[in-house]
């Protein structure tokens, strides 16, 4: 499914786009270093994710039981989850809950140096300021594929 374009409604501020950068780091490097229970705490007690896959995780208890279920999978990998092209929307209705729309690229490089990736996604998340930091409350990851072409 091809992601359409969107207008963004609102202008963000150079701060909070810096901030919205910085919790993706802070968050990736979490689950990078598989830092599972970590990368599980920038969700909200209910977040949920939502796979390419149709795959749904509700919860910290069960995010963090389907990642560990996934552990076996990158022995011996070092994985990077590489974030770009950043749209961010404020909620009008809630200056607490922003709507954030990215690409993702993941690597996987093994003891060699070899460095494979991964399908291309771009991913829905809806952000949320809980006692003054950022946490994901919602993630839905959908998988690329090729732009139908106009007709002529």
Same mark, same amino acid.
């Not at 022995?75 to 909620?91: G, K, P, S």
């Given at each position: 499914?091809? $992601?359409? &374009?969107?207008?963004?409604?609102?202008?963000? !501020?150079?701060?909070?786009?810096?901030?919205?950068? !910085?919790?993706?780091?802070?968050?990736?490097?979490?689950?990078?270093?598989?830092?599972?229970?970590?990368?599980?705490?920038?969700?909200?007690?209910?977040?949920?994710?939502?796979?390419? %896959?149709?795959?749904?995780? $509700?919860?910290?208890?069960?995010?963090?039981?389907?990642?560990?279920? %996934?552990?076996?999978?990158?022995?011996?990998?070092?994985?990077?989850?590489?974030?770009?092209?950043?749209?961010?929307?404020?909620?009008?209705?809630?200056?607490?809950?922003?709507?954030?729309?990215?690409?993702?690229?993941?690597? $996987? !490089?093994?003891?060699?140096?070899?460095?494979?990736? $991964?399908?291309?996604?771009?991913?829905?998340?809806?952000? &949320?300021?809980?006692?003054?930091?950022?946490?994901?409350?919602?993630?839905?990851?959908?998988?690329?594929?090729?732009?139908?072409?106009?007709?002529?």
């Amino acid at each position: 499914m091809s $992601q359409a &374009v969107q207008a963004v409604r609102s202008k963000v !501020t150079g701060d909070l786009y810096a901030e919205v950068q !910085t919790f993706y780091a802070r968050q990736m490097r979490r689950v990078d270093a598989l830092d599972i229970e970590g990368f599980a705490d920038t969700f909200t007690d209910d977040g949920v994710v939502v796979h390419a %896959n149709g795959e749904r995780a $509700q919860g910290r208890e069960r995010m963090v039981a389907g990642m560990r279920a %996934n552990l076996p999978r990158y022995r011996d990998i070092a994985v990077r989850h590489w974030f770009d092209h950043l749209l961010i929307e404020t909620d009008p209705a809630d200056e607490d809950t922003l709507r954030v729309s990215y690409y993702t690229l993941v690597t $996987q !490089t093994d003891r060699e140096g070899k460095v494979s990736f $991964q399908p291309t996604f771009t991913v829905d998340d809806v952000l &949320v300021r809980r006692d003054g930091e950022l946490l994901t409350r919602s993630r839905v990851i959908h998988r690329d594929t090729p732009v139908e072409l106009p007709a002529s």
